[in-house]
C-alpha cells in the first residue's frame, strides 16, 4: 500500500513530487474552513526563473511572506537579500522590525557566535540575557564574559580595563587598580557645564580654572590655579 486516503486525509509513503509545465509553476494550495475564507488560504510554490520557494498567503491576491532562495538564504517580509556579508537571514518590514527570543522566567535568551561546531568555540563570542530575580545582560568575546549590565544599570567590564576612544591605543582608559587616563600625547580635562574646569597635561602639571600651563613660570608651574577674578586656595 502507498497511497491512503480516509478522513484524516491522504498519507503517501514515499512522497509527493508535483511538477509545473515548462516556463510554469508547480504549487501547494492550503485552504481551511471549506476554503470559504480568503484569510485562511495558503500555498507553496516554486515558480520557473530560480527565484527560490516561497511561502505565500492570500488577501484579495497572494503575498509573499518567506522565500528560501536557491542559495538557501532565508528571506522574510521580503524577496531581496541583505548586505553580502550578512544575508543568510533577512527580516524586513515597512514599519518597526525585530525578533523577539522568549526564553522561561528563569532561563537566559542568548546569541552565540561561533566558527566550529563543538568545544567552546561553539560561543567564542556571544550577547546572553539572564532572566530571573536579578536579570542582567551579558556580552562575551573568546568564549568568556567580558561585560556585564544588570538590573539597576549598572555596567561592569570584567577584563580589567575599559577604553574609550577609536582604538586600545587612544582614548581614556579606567583600569581595576583604581586609576584612569588618557593612552596618548593629550591631557586629561574634567569639564562642568560644556566648560574646561581643571586639566592634568602630559607632563603632570595640573591647571585649575585655565585651559594650559605654557604661560606660568617654569619653576612653579606644577598647580597652576587661574581665575580672572578673585583667585583663592
Not at 542559495?71 to 556579508?85: D, K, N
Request: no cysteine; net charge negative; aromatic share 8%.
Amino acid at each position: 500500500e502507498r497511497l491512503m486516503i480516509n478522513g484524516d486525509g491522504i498519507t503517501v509513503q514515499k512522497g509527493v513530487t508535483v511538477t509545473g509545465i515548462e516556463g510554469g509553476e508547480a504549487q501547494i494550495r492550503l485552504k481551511a474552513d471549506e476554503g470559504d475564507d480568503n484569510n485562511d488560504l495558503f500555498r507553496l510554490l516554486v515558480e520557473d526563473g530560480g527565484t527560490g520557494f516561497k511561502i505565500q498567503g492570500y488577501d484579495g491576491s497572494f503575498n509573499t511572506f518567506l522565500t528560501v532562495d536557491t542559495s538557501g538564504r532565508v528571506l522574510i517580509g521580503t524577496t531581496t537579500e541583505g548586505h553580502a556579508g550578512a544575508d543568510n537571514l533577512t527580516i524586513n518590514d515597512s514599519g518597526n522590525v525585530g525578533i523577539t527570543l522568549r526564553s522561561g522566567t528563569s532561563n537566559n535568551g542568548a546569541i552565540f557566535f561561533s566558527d566550529a561546531t563543538s568545544g567552546d568555540a561553539e560561543f567564542d563570542g556571544f550577547v546572553q540575557y539572564n532572566h530571573g530575580a536579578s536579570p542582567y545582560m551579558m556580552f562575551g568575546t573568546a568564549g568568556t564574559e567580558k561585560v556585564r549590565i544588570d538590573n539597576n544599570g549598572n555596567m561592569q567590564v570584567n577584563t580589567g580595563q575599559f577604553t574609550v576612544g577609536t582604538t586600545a591605543t587612544t582614548g581614556l582608559q579606567f583600569i581595576n587598580d583604581g586609576t584612569f587616563g588618557t593612552l596618548h600625547s593629550a591631557s586629561l580635562k574634567l569639564r562642568t557645564a560644556s566648560a574646561e574646569r581643571l586639566s592634568i597635561d602630559t607632563t603632570g602639571r595640573i591647571i585649575i580654572g585655565g585651559t594650559d600651563g605654557g604661560t606660568y613660570h617654569g619653576d612653579g608651574d606644577n598647580l597652576n590655579i587661574y581665575s580672572t577674578g578673585n583667585t583663592g586656595l
